[in-house]
């Protein structure tokens, strides 16, 4: 099986090329095909790391320094999805004849961090990120705090393209946060830095935001009696046996506090105070026999909170320590600070109202870019059918997004599904005529 998106020489000229921007070139043209490079870069790192094949992408972005560019692309959107976005949608002008450059801005952050997922597994990526590790971390926090909180829900039907953008917004938030609890993990495994565990510990009380997640457990669900987990980017119903089948989002936040409690350096910082002891204390009534069966370096951690409760640990040590503070989210704030209409007003005008021929060539440059085939290869497993649950390898035909494994099961589930399928083909067909692909 070809398992090529791009060659390593693209790659490497991809990753050469990367650069940051101003919050004011979003949405550009420069900017817009630095997107499309990453998007490539971020297929090809996937197809490799699940194929176990040399992970050219994660080596080049390392031996060029290209991983802080990654991490400063992504806080800049994040930044203009709080300050600019909702300005822009409320202008009297905005009414663009098609609204896929806009989607395009909103899912950038979700295709770096994607990006990130992949490369930071490895040690040599996390050091590679130098100083704008410390902003990742506080990326990491702000996402996750929403996501215990509740802050971040599926929405509802909308009214116009305005709504429909923000609702594509939200529901890409929580696949984003989702995200940032592997990259988080990935962090708590390598860091070696005492500013970057100051941070996660001292500043942010990371391990009780991690405890709060263990407790609501946002990527599970039940409807109507149903269980369903979010697996592979996708809500999945799961089988009665399975139902205490930990995901790999479970495994990573677990990992997290395992890493955050049990490392000397993490320990001698943190302070259990009673506060912090009684939240922690509460992970007890969630590692069962079964959960670390699963996991079973959670034995240690089942060690250690048990000691914990019959214990008063000393104060954190207090050292003396020269802290590096991150930059990249106040660098833009306080930068743009004041300009946030201004920005609205140059982007409804000067980016996100492309001629026609504009339109045709970013659609032809999309379709090479989102090729189906490829990404049919960036499933870390087989499509499961619709119906049944079992491996599937017919996808219906109208919306390409649900599969079966066979005819019987797509008869038997479309009542349910004719709905979502109207929705995604209209929503399809809208995307093909806003980019020129038909008429």
Not at 240 to 266: A, F, I
Not at 286 to 301: G, K, R, S, W, Y
Request: proline share 4%.
């Amino acid at each position: 099986m070809d398992t090529s998106v791009i060659l390593p020489v693209e790659a490497e000229g991809f990753i050469q090329s990367l650069k940051t921007f101003s919050l004011q070139e979003v949405g550009s043209s420069r900017w817009s095909k630095q997107h499309e490079y990453i998007e490539k870069l971020n297929m090809q790192a996937i197809l490799n790391a699940s194929a176990m094949h040399d992970e050219f992408v994660k080596e080049l972005l390392v031996s060029f320094g290209k991983i802080p560019v990654l991490i400063h692309g992504m806080i800049l959107v994040e930044v203009w999805k709080q300050k600019v976005f909702p300005i822009l949608c409320q202008l009297q002008d905005f009414n663009p004849k098609n609204t896929f450059q806009l989607y395009m801005v909103i899912h950038h952050e979700a295709t770096i961090i994607n990006l990130l997922e992949t490369v930071m597994f490895h040690k040599d990526s996390c050091e590679a990120a130098a100083d704008c590790l410390l902003d990742l971390v506080d990326y990491c926090h702000r996402k996750l705090t929403l996501l215990a909180s509740g802050a971040i829900r599926e929405c509802g039907s909308t009214r116009d393209q305005h709504e429909e953008l923000q609702m594509q917004s939200a529901a890409l938030e929580f696949d984003i946060s989702l995200k940032a609890a592997s990259v988080l993990r990935y962090i708590t495994d390598h860091t070696g830095s005492i500013s970057v565990i100051n941070r996660m510990l001292c500043t942010h009380n990371v391990p009780c935001v991690l405890v709060q997640l263990i407790d609501s457990c946002p990527w599970s669900r039940c409807i109507q009696g149903e269980v369903q987990k979010y697996i592979n980017g996708k809500w999945q119903k799961i089988p009665v046996e399975d139902h205490l089948k930990m995901t790999k989002l479970d495994g990573q936040v677990w990992l997290s506090l395992y890493n955050l409690l049990l490392k000397e350096d993490c320990q001698r910082k943190y302070d259990f105070n009673s506060f912090n002891k009684n939240q922690l204390l509460k992970l007890r009534g969630f590692l069962t026999d079964v959960l670390i069966d699963q996991l079973p370096n959670l034995a240690e951690l089942q060690r250690f909170l048990a000691h914990l409760a019959v214990t008063e640990p000393p104060p954190p040590k207090k050292e003396l320590i020269l802290e590096q503070i991150p930059e990249i989210w106040n660098h833009i704030v306080n930068k743009n600070s004041g300009k946030w209409k201004a920005i609205a007003k140059y982007q409804v005008k000067e980016t996100f109202s492309p001629s026609e021929s504009d339109l045709r060539q970013q659609a032809q440059r999309l379709a090479q870019t989102y090729n189906l085939d490829v990404m049919e290869n960036l499933l870390s497993e087989k499509p499961k059918c619709g119906s049944c649950g079992k491996e599937a390898s017919k996808r219906c035909s109208r919306c390409q997004g649900e599969w079966y494994c066979h005819r019987e099961c797509q008869v038997k589930h479309w009542p349910k599904h004719k709905k979502a399928c109207q929705l995604m083909a209209e929503a399809t067909e809208k995307v093909q005529r806003d980019t020129g692909v038909i008429s």
